[in-house]
């Protein structure tokens, strides 16, 4: 049994700063990618960030050079820090990992429940 909690939901105004955070817990091997996603109201779910074991980056257009995306490998834990907020980036934000759990001999994809942001102009 594997979860992912986030962490971190707030009401900012426009050009404020956030961070999320989503711990994984239960019975893990071992954690390879890290992820945030986020959907806004009747728009499809989109990547936001990920991270790799290793440390290596990517970001949406949309995003970089705003947020940034870090992992605490001894925590199992990914963070999100959001600086220079606008509105468009209100979304329910959700963290995704691909876990090895202690009994498999295979990566799966886990999800936390969504953590709500919701930035004002």
């Known amino acids: 049994q594997v979860q992912l909690v986030e962490s971190g939901e707030g009401l900012v105004q426009a050009g404020g700063s956030l961070r999320l955070s989503c711990a994984a817990s239960?019975?893990?091997?071992?954690?390879?990618?890290m992820a945030w996603y986020r959907q806004a109201p009747e728009k499809q779910r989109e990547l936001v960030a990920f991270?790799?074991?290793?440390?290596?980056?990517n970001y949406s257009d949309s995003v970089q050079g705003r947020f940034t995306i870090s992992r605490d490998n001894t925590k199992n834990t990914v963070y999100l820090q959001m600086n220079n907020l606008k509105p468009e980036d209100t979304a329910v934000y959700y963290c995704?990992?691909?876990?090895?759990?202690?009994?498999?001999?295979?990566?799966?994809?886990?999800w936390g429940q969504g953590t709500q942001v919701t930035v004002s102009s």
């Open positions: 995704n990992a691909a876990i090895r759990t202690d009994s498999g001999n295979a990566y799966s994809s886990h």
């Open positions: 991270i790799t074991k290793s440390g290596s980056t």
């Open positions: 239960g019975s893990i091997f071992s954690i390879n990618v």
